[in-house]
């Protein structure tokens, strides 16, 4: 405390007062933190552990095997409600991954060769955007990659892929006790006392760090009142099939045929999307297939979808070849779920206190781009650190503080790029931008972070804060953007086919996600990347600005874009200081993602009778 006090004084008045400050800052969030109650155990802990784990789902068993990969002698324990083993295929959601979430399982919990053997290389996300009544899947835009996309994602069985990790988990010495319902957790003086009940009879385990990943029966975060509304209203039902369902059979067109190398459709995440929804078909190895309904709750209630019967007829109004197809298969279904109001927030998921909160126990956005891994990913990697650090007699109260802060705020800005978005879903031009847009800003940033081994990287983080920001204020106004140009543009195109590795800026983005990026080069590009972006929102702006009576020809402000021409002076979009040209990158980007309009029947009819 004195060196430290002596440091403060000897900083000069303006540094002193700032440190101060944020001291105090600091002081007063953890003075309103909540806390675990003080309470004697209710019976003698029958085990002392370093680490219990409330849960043993994705997050928790993942949690387990980092930390015990990291630090072997650690002792773990994993408690969880289901018996094992658990059903394989249809067992959970969550068997989409991306970029983050893939290189966890595989780099960081070293699991490639369970997921190359045991599961299923995946031909990155596929979008199928609305055309007439959706009856002709050859005649829809299919945005998705023509080859597998170098940096690699998988498809997983979660039930396979949950049995496996207990397996491993248990030969590294991860303890882990099934059927037993872990109840409320107490402390006292430095350790935490949790209850758990197997089969009626209760027993207390005693640790230094209690984690929450209990998903969406969040016992931490009810014990805390840590629940957090969100204001994005979605709905979600889904099922399984035992069948391989492989959408190259869906049409005899030889352009369909063609187009793609075998099987590429069937090993990617297929979207077929219109307005205020998605449904999603993803192949489980060896041969099933999950299929869901995802729908903004406004324009589609959950009531038209909530068993199997009533959602088979909605997907018939919506997407009858989809339902054609289940139909089909309707003998081989496996289960039915359905799911209100998915997303939700949280007050506080890491603590000084050595509590935390990881997977769906914490937050949840949405599963569109498939980012639930990709959080399980970034909450273990905080939460070991900070276990890891504690354990070596480190103080750690500052830190999780920080990683709480960005945590949370990664988790608000994830759900500006869903939030009021779903009616986009059915207008192709936009969608298209959109996806580009937001595939930029998650590999741009966050996912090189990750990649690079950097996300606990706090001297980093402080660097690249205003970037960052930036970015975020950024991308709030080129959301609101695309509802503007959404309410002009036309629905209606030409069937065609956008190959995301061929868009020049999800190309680039996406090969230099392999890049080594060590000390301020992470930094450089990250501006780079902002410059980028900046350059995309202005060739944004003048496509959707040549639907306008008077389209400006001239460099804009990026942060001032909008289809209000009447805001354009006030908001300042062609200040002098403040413009930027479009980029050829960005150009050549929207080259690739322009959509023709579709030549309607009757001026077909019209052409003929003029000849
Ligand atoms: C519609 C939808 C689609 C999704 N699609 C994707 C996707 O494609 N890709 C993706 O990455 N993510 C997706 N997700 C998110 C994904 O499902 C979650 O990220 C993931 O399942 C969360 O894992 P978890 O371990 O936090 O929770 P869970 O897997 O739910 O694990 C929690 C565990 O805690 C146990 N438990 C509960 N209460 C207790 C108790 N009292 N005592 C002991 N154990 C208890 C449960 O039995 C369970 O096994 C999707 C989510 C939704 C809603």
């Known amino acids: 405390m004195k060196d430290l006090s002596s440091r403060i004084a000897a900083l000069d008045p303006g540094k002193r007062e700032l440190l101060l400050k944020r001291l105090q800052h600091q002081a007063d969030e953890r003075a309103r933190e909540p806390r675990i109650a003080e309470a004697a155990p209710s019976s003698p802990p029958v085990a002392r552990f370093d680490v219990v784990v409330l849960g043993g789902g994705l997050a928790g068993q993942t949690l387990a095997r980092q930390i015990k990969r990291a630090r072997p002698e650690t002792t773990v324990l994993v408690t969880e409600l289901r018996p094992h083993p658990v059903p394989e295929s249809a067992h959970k959601v969550g068997e989409s991954t991306v970029e983050i979430g893939s290189h966890y399982f595989a780099e960081v919990l070293a699991l490639q060769h369970h997921l190359t053997t045991a599961q299923l290389r995946k031909a990155g996300l596929r979008y199928f955007f609305p055309s007439g009544a959706n009856d002709d899947v050859a005649r829809r835009v299919e945005m998705g990659a023509s080859y597998f996309p170098p940096v690699p994602s998988y498809q997983l069985d979660r039930g396979r892929f949950e049995n496996a990790l207990r397996a491993d988990n248990a030969a590294m010495g991860v303890e882990f006790w099934d059927r037993v319902k872990a109840g409320p957790v107490t402390r006292q ?190 909450s273990n990697t905080y939460i070991s650190d900070l276990i890891l650090r504690d354990l070596a007699g480190e103080p750690i109260a500052a830190r999780a503080a920080e990683y709480n802060r960005i945590y949370l705020n990664t988790y608000e800005s994830f759900l500006t790029v869903y939030e009021n978005q779903y009616p986009l879903m059915g207008n192709p031009r936009v969608m298209a931008a959109k996806i580009v847009w937001d595939f930029a800003i998650y590999w741009g940033f966050l996912t090189l972070q990750f990649l690079t081994g950097r996300l606990c990287d706090l001297e980093l983080q402080a660097k690249a804060g205003h970037t960052l920001q930036r970015v975020n204020h950024l991308n709030a106004r080129v959301q609101a953007f695309f509802r503007q140009w959404d309410a002009l543009e036309g629905r209606d195109c030409e069937e065609r086919f956008i190959d995301v590795l061929d868009v020049d800026i999800m190309r680039r983005l996406h090969y230099e996600l392999r890049d080594n990026l060590p000390g301020g080069e992470l930094l450089e590009r990250f501006s780079q990347n902002l410059g980028l972006l900046e350059s995309l929102a202005a060739a944004l702006f003048h496509e959707a600005a040549s639907l306008l009576p008077n389209p400006p020809n001239r460099p804009v402000n990026p942060y001032a874009i909008s289809l209000h021409p009447e805001q354009w002076e006030e908001d300042e979009l062609f200040h002098p200081g403040k413009t930027v040209e479009v980029e050829a990158v960005a150009a050549g980007t929207m080259e690739k993602i322009r959509l023709t309009t579709a030549i309607q029947q009757h001026s077909l009819v019209d052409v003929a009778h003029a000849g």
């Open 189 to 378: 003086g430095d350790t935490h006392h949790v209850v758990l009940e197997r089969a009626g009879s209760p027993c207390t385990v005693a640790c230094r760090w209690v984690v929450d990943a209990s998903g969406r029966a969040g016992l931490m975060k009810r014990q805390l009142g840590l629940a957090r509304e969100s204001g994005h209203k979605c709905n979600a039902v889904w099922f399984r099939l035992a069948r391989k369902i492989d959408p190259d059979e869906w049409s005899d067109a030889p352009h369909w045929q063609d187009r793609l190398p075998k099987g590429l459709r069937w090993m990617s995440t297929n979207h077929f999307m219109g307005r205020g929804y998605w449904v999603w078909f993803i192949p489980l190895a060896p041969e099933a297939t999950s299929v869901g309904i995802v729908a903004d709750a406004a324009l589609h209630p959950i009531s038209e979808m909530r068993s199997f019967e009533l959602a088979l007829g909605w997907i018939a109004k919506h997407e009858p070849l989809c339902a054609r197809v289940i139909e089909e298969h309707r003998g081989t279904l496996m289960d039915f779920l359905a799911l209100k109001h998915y997303a939700y927030g949280c007050a506080q998921v890491f603590s000084g206190d050595r509590w935390a909160l990881t997977g769906e126990a914490g937050v949840f956005t949405d599963p569109f781009y498939s980012p639930g891994s990709d959080f399980i990913g970034m």
